[in-house]
Every structure is written in C-alpha cells, then in structure tokens.
C-alpha cells in the first residue's frame, strides 16, 4: 500500500482511480439478497437520509453565500389621509449593491462550496460506511446460522450417544453413570442453541433497521445461505493510498473553507463601498405615486469599522483557531486511515493463518473421533472420552466460522481504510 498525501489542488492521485469497489473484495453475487439490501439501505437508512439533508443544508448555503453579490431591490407605498380628507400616497423604489472590492464576498460563496465539498465527502463516507455495515450484518446473520446447525449437529450426535449407553445399559456392557454424563452434555448444548436462536433473531434485527424496516423478521432469509469467496487475495490488490477515503477529503475541504473564512474575517476589518439609488414620489393616487414623475437619488457610500468593542477581531480570532482545529482533525484522520489499514494488513496475515492450522485440527480431531468410537466400541475407551474427542471436533468447526467470518469482517474493515466503497 502507497501512501500518498492529498494534493493542494483538490485532484486525486492517479494511483486511487484503479481502486475497485467494497464489493469486489469478496464475492457478493452469489449471495442472495444481498445487492438488494444494499440498495434498498442506502435509499432508507434514516441515518443516511439525515446526512443527505445536511449535504441539501451546505448546498443551500452556497445560494446564500452567492447572494450578497446581487442587486438588493425593496419597493414601498404608503398612504396617508390629511384634514381636508384628501388622501395622499408615497411611493419609493431603492435598488443597493455592495462593490466586492476586497473578494470578500466571492471568499465566502468560495467557502461556502468548499463546506459543501466536505459535506458531499462525509456523505459517500455515511454510503460507504452503511453497505460495509450491511455486509457485516448478513455475515453476522450467516455466522449465527452456522454456529447454530453446528450445536445442533453436537446435539443429535449426543442424544444418539444416550441411546447407544441405554442399550448398552440393558445389555450389561455400560453404567448409568454414563447416562448422566451424556445427558448432561446434551443439556448444556440444548442451552447454547437457544443462546445461538436468540443471537440469530438479534442480528436479523439488526439488519433490518439498518434496512430501514420496521418488520424485522427478514422472512426472505434462509437457514441455507454460506459465506460468500474471497475474490482477490491480499498480496494480488492494486497499490493504493489513501486519497480515496472520503473522511480524508472532507476533513481537507475543512481545512480549505476554513482558510477562506479567515480571509474573510480578515477582510470585514476593511473598508466597505455600496452603491445605492432610491426614487420617490406622493401623489394623490396610487398609480401617479409610482410611475408619474419620480425623483430619483443615487448615493455612493463608503463605511469602515471604527470600533464594535473587538467584536471583529474576536471574529479573525475564532477563524484562525477554526482553521488549525481542521488542520488537526485532518492530522488525526490520517493518522487513524494509516493505522487502519495497517491493523487489517496485519489480522488478513493472522486470519489466514488462523484458518489453516484450524483446518488441519479439524482433520486431526475427525480422525481422533474414528478411532475413539471403535475403542468405545470395543470398550477400551470410556463416554468422558468419546463425548470430549467429539466436543474438541465440533467446537473446532464452531472455531473455523468465527475465523472465517473475521476474516470477511476484516476484508469489509480493509476495503473502508483503503477507501474503497459504492458508487455514488
């Protein structure tokens, strides 16, 4: 992975164009429903929406920034009745506009798209961060799923086990005292499936509010999904730097606007031309008052701040400290992209590892169940060691979907450091 800065001119890296999508570090297409709720999130999530308003909000604010540069245009009529009962009117028409000498004025419409540039890059930062969320919800749900059908399997081996010594019992080859064990053990796993039940239900719940459902049963999901593949293996992803990850842009457009904002607070420190021109008239009618014979007045009007109590030096103050607050932010947040992207480098290598080793631990202790139940058989081995031998085997398999669903986990985790998400 390269690590390169974000450039002063706002372009990205030509590195970063070849970065893929979130979703084409793991095969998503054969798992069903999946795109579907990625979709339909990111158009309810209500989280999202209320970041898409703020975006809206900063846009809106652009229209405001851009209008203190127009023609400013207020009309009046008024009417008053004298003491001879005749009626007078007045009307006034008065047309302003500030001369932007110093480019205060385009300082703060330039700003004011800036904050809007920053807004748009925490919102593809809420979308990224809301299909990588979805995506770790299925594979949660997908976990639960086999967690379960593995304890229930242990269940069905034990209560097959119980009536293996009951006949044992009655044919003078075994004790009671195995029954018990046995039945002990098929106790404690009827209590982990129903943990496991409740833990499948809490997280299809929870991936229906990220759905935006308040029905959150998912009927469409089914006991029968399995992870999806990993596409592209760690060491075959494309060089890539960080220039992709919209929290490191916004935080940039921060740093920017909040430069433009000191040039104008700096700026309101100046001088301030405005030109003006006002007509006027009072005729006995409405009509006559505004279009017969107004008198028209231009004024040019130069103001300067003398004194407001240090109210506008507290202003340059309260932007310059703004803008070193952003510039440390931006610090901080790629500090953290560095760091995130090292710690799921790192657990990929752990997870890959991990995996193996427990895959020939299975293959060990799937043997070691063989030969154990022939010795049982024969009864040269006791239950406490047939029921440990099978204890060993399935809380191994229920160990390798935990390291397998990491290790999607960790591919999500990988791809959001790299900046990598869905398409706007």
Do not use: C, M
């Not at 390169?4 to 164009?17: N, V």
């Not at 709720?37 to 990111?42: G, M, Q, R, Y």
């Not at 999530?45 to 970041?51: A, E, H, K, M, V």
């Amino acid at each position: 992975v390269a690590w390169q800065p974000l450039t002063r001119d706002d372009k990205t890296p030509a590195a970063a164009i070849t970065a893929s999508k979130l979703t084409d570090l793991i095969d998503v297409s054969g798992i069903e429903h999946l795109s579907d709720f990625i979709d339909e999130a990111l158009s309810h999530n209500p989280s999202l929406q209320q970041t898409l308003i703020t975006l809206r909000q900063a846009q809106v604010a652009i229209k405001s920034a851009e209008s203190q540069d127009n023609l400013n245009i207020d009309a009046s009529l008024s009417g008053a009745k004298g003491e001879q009962s005749d009626t007078s009117f007045t009307g006034s028409l008065s047309v302003s506009w500030e001369l932007d000498l110093w480019q205060k004025i385009a300082d703060g419409v330039t700003a004011a798209n800036l904050d809007a540039a920053s807004a748009r890059a925490s919102y593809q930062s809420a979308r990224d961060s809301l299909a990588a969320s979805v995506i770790r919800s299925y594979i949660e749900v997908i976990t639960q799923q086999n967690l379960l059908a593995i304890e229930r399997q242990r269940l069905q081996v034990l209560e097959n086990q119980e009536a293996i010594i009951l006949t044992r019992y009655r044919t003078g080859l075994g004790d009671l005292d195995d029954l018990d064990t046995a039945r002990t053990s098929s106790a404690s796993t009827r209590a982990t499936i129903a943990q496991y039940e409740y833990a499948l239900a809490a997280s299809k719940r929870t991936l229906a509010v990220l759905l935006g459902r308040q029905e959150q049963s998912l009927p469409e999901l089914h006991s029968n999904v399995s992870y999806p593949d990993v596409l592209v293996p760690l060491t075959s992803v494309p060089d890539q730097d960080l220039a992709r990850r919209p929290d490191l842009q916004a935080a940039y457009f921060t740093i920017k606007a909040s430069e433009y904002n000191v040039d104008v607070a700096y700026k309101a420190l100046l001088p301030s031309i405005n030109l003006s021109a006002a007509l006027t008239d009072t005729a006995s009618s409405a009509s006559d008052a505004l279009f017969t014979n107004p008198l028209w007045s231009l004024l040019g009007q130069i103001t300067a701040p003398l004194f407001q109590g240090g109210e506008l030096r507290a202003q340059v103050d309260t932007a310059e400290l703004n803008a070193l607050t952003a510039w440390w932010q931006y610090k901080e947040t790629l500090l953290n992209a560095v760091q995130e992207t090292q710690d799921a480098i790192d657990n990929e290598r752990t997870l890959t590892a991990r995996i193996r080793f427990t895959a020939e631990a299975i293959d060990n202790a799937q043997r070691s169940v063989q030969s154990t139940s022939g010795d049982y058989r024969q009864g040269l081995a006791d239950i406490l060691d047939l029921l440990s031998v099978y204890n060993t085997r399935f809380d191994l398999q229920a160990q390798q979907v935990e390291l397998r669903a990491s290790q999607l986990q960790n591919r999500i985790d990988l791809g959001l450091a790299l900046g990598l998400g869905v398409s706007q």
